[in-house]
């Protein structure tokens, strides 16, 4: 059994797919924002159920596509406990394990490239982020980096596991895609045979350049790629749609429409979701994907199409956000005015990993009931 590997071309990040073959429960590792329609795919074609996100560190050249996987596939979010990662449900510790059908992957704490970066061992594969590369290793020149702390993690944990261990790093720049740790252990030339002084003097003269992205990706990866940049109370004017559908609306004027009989209101969260956590009254029922399994609801088009009942404008509400760009997406293929309600009705997660305190419909004090 060997992982499906994935590359994003433009940070040269591999990603990685683990899954149990009977139950089909997947885990995901380092998934790249701008690579998530990719990853939906493979997912669909293997027929795969995402269970976890799972992140190596925050990183500092991409932005995690995990708070949408946990949107769109109903995954939950993993990081390691040390990279400040707030919004991941799942904050791990040494030795952790993640429980995906009747496999397990457990982490283990390599610090060095960041003081938090994990690396996840499972089966024979072990996934080391941007600690040990192939040939290289993660830099240590920023981001809480520490060069002695690599040589800790690299010389002690990673070549501790048995040497015909596959190693799959977070990034290649030279299109390798898979090491062993033996082979490492003998031939990575920035640590094998090398002192510890030896290695920190050869981190501390690589001088190389600050990543393009970094002022943009670490903060928007602190909080699992979500950037809740909506601000409801602001956008009382529509903003138009860039991304194939009418446009994205606050709550506040999304509920100002509805009111006015300009717009109907369509809930696509899960029946679940309506049924446990709140509703709005009088908001139509349309689920995008159905808990649990995330399953598309066969039925969408049908039911929205009916909702616009011959042109009226739809207001789109999921939880977060994330679903309703996807609905509003379709809904427009199918001929509909469909905008997207900016941070759902429970909004993001804050620091906390708890939703309910940074934006969304109930945050505002629109109208909701609870059963
Ligand atoms: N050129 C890339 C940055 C590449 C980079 O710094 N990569 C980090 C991983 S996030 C690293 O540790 N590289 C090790 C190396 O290049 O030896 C960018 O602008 O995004
Ligand atoms: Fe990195």
Same mark, same amino acid.
């Given at each position: 059994m060997k992982p499906i590997q994935l590359f994003d071309p433009a940070s040269s990040?591999?990603?990685?797919?683990?899954?149990?073959?009977?139950?089909?429960?997947?885990?995901?590792?380092?998934?790249?924002? *701008?690579?998530?329609?990719?990853?939906?795919?493979? +997912?669909?074609?293997?027929?795969?159920?995402?269970? $976890?996100?799972?992140?190596?560190?925050? %990183?500092?050249? %991409?932005? /995690?596509?995990?708070?949408k996987l946990a949107e769109l596939a109903g995954a939950r979010t993993a990081a390691p406990a040390g990279c400040g990662i707030g919004t991941a449900g799942r904050q791990l510790q040494d030795g952790d394990e993640l429980e995906f059908g009747a496999e397990r992957l457990r982490a283990l704490h390599t610090p060095g490239h960041t003081a938090g970066s994990m690396s996840y061992l499972w089966r024979d594969h072990v996934f080391t982020g941007d600690a040990l590369l192939i040939g290289g290793c993660g830099r240590t020149?920023?981001?809480?980096?520490?060069?002695?702390?690599? !040589?800790?993690?690299?010389?002690?944990?990673?070549?501790? +596991?048995?040497?015909?261990?596959?190693? $799959?790093?977070? %990034?290649? !720049?030279?299109?390798? /895609? @898979? @090491?062993?740790?033996?082979?490492?252990?003998?031939?990575?030339?920035?640590?094998?045979?090398?002192?510890?002084?030896?290695?920190?003097?050869?981190?501390?003269?690589?001088?190389?350049?600050?990543?393009?992205?970094?002022? *943009?990706?670490?903060?928007?990866?602190?909080?699992?790629?979500?950037? %809740?940049?909506?601000?409801?109370?602001? +956008?009382?004017?529509?903003? /138009?749609?860039?991304?194939? !559908?009418?446009?994205?609306?606050?709550?506040? +004027?999304? $509920?100002? $429409?509805v009111q006015q009989g300009e717009a109907v209101l369509v809930d696509v969260r899960t029946d679940a979701e309506r049924e446990w956590v709140g509703f709005v009254p009088g908001a139509l029922p349309v689920a995008w994907k159905q808990w649990p399994g995330m399953a598309m609801n066969t039925g969408f088009d049908e039911a929205v199409r009916a909702a616009a009942d011959g042109g009226r404008k739809l207001v789109l509400l999921c939880r977060s956000g994330v679903r309703s760009v996807a609905a509003a997406r379709r809904a427009t293929e199918l001929g509909l005015e469909a905008y997207n309600i900016l941070e759902g009705f429970e909004g993001d997660p804050d620091g906390h990993g708890q939703r309910g305190r940074k934006g969304g419909w109930r945050y505002h004090g629109l109208p909701w009931r609870q059963n």
């Open positions: 990040t591999y990603t990685y797919l683990l899954f149990d073959q009977a139950t089909r429960e997947a885990v995901i590792i380092d998934p790249v924002d *701008e690579q998530i329609e990719r990853d939906l795919a493979v +997912l669909r074609e293997y027929g795969l159920r995402l269970v $976890w996100t799972l992140e190596t560190h925050a %990183h500092a050249d %991409h932005i /995690t596509s995990a708070g020149d920023f981001q809480s980096g520490s060069a002695v702390d690599l !040589y800790r993690s690299l010389t002690q944990v990673l070549f501790a +596991l048995p040497d015909d261990t596959t190693v $799959w790093p977070g %990034h290649d !720049y030279q299109g390798r /895609t @898979s @090491s062993t740790i033996g082979n490492e252990k003998t031939s990575n030339p920035r640590v094998a045979g090398k002192t510890e002084a030896e290695f920190v003097a050869i981190m501390d003269s690589l001088n190389l350049p600050r990543p393009r992205r970094i002022d *943009e990706a670490v903060p928007a990866n602190l909080t699992s790629g979500l950037r %809740h940049d909506a601000d409801g109370v602001q +956008l009382m004017q529509p903003r /138009t749609g860039q991304g194939g !559908y009418a446009g994205d609306v606050s709550p506040q +004027l999304a $509920w100002q $429409w």
